[in-house]
């Protein structure tokens, strides 16, 4: 690996970096802003596992892409998971004031497991 990839890579992530900052202080339209600073993620993502982890350049490559895969599938996992419990808990709890939500709770802290 050469010193001007990691200065290519570098100045990449830099410019990414400030699209990112621009679009934000912008004032744009939410919808418009989430959707392009997930574009101008998912290339930071690739840029840095590209000239900074070196994916796809090792004698083997399988092997660490195959890691990487397995680890982005955890990840999708547990975000997912995680997004999928806290609306389930927040759509069968929207019909209780603030007291049954905290009365519910103390319930089932004292049910035990």
């Known amino acids: ?17 400030l699209c990112a900052y621009w ?10 802003l989430y959707w392009t600073l997930a574009v ?3 290339v930071q993502m690739i840029v840095q596992l590209v000239f900074f982890l070196h994916l796809g350049e090792e004698a083997r490559p399988r092997y660490k892409l195959a890691t990487f895969l397995l680890m982005s599938l955890m ?14 808990m927040n759509y069968n709890m929207a019909d209780m004031t603030p ?6 709770m103390l319930m089932q802290h004292d049910k035990g497991f």
């Open 99 to 104: 007291q049954e939500k905290n009365d519910y």
């Open 1 to 17: 690996m050469t010193v001007t990839k990691y200065v290519i890579g570098f100045v990449l992530s830099l410019v990414l970096t």
């Open 75 to 88: 990840l999708a996992i547990l975000v997912v998971g995680s997004i999928w419990i806290m609306e389930n």
């Open 40 to 42: 101008l993620a998912l």
């Open 23 to 32: 679009v934000t202080t912008s004032g744009v339209d939410r919808t418009v």
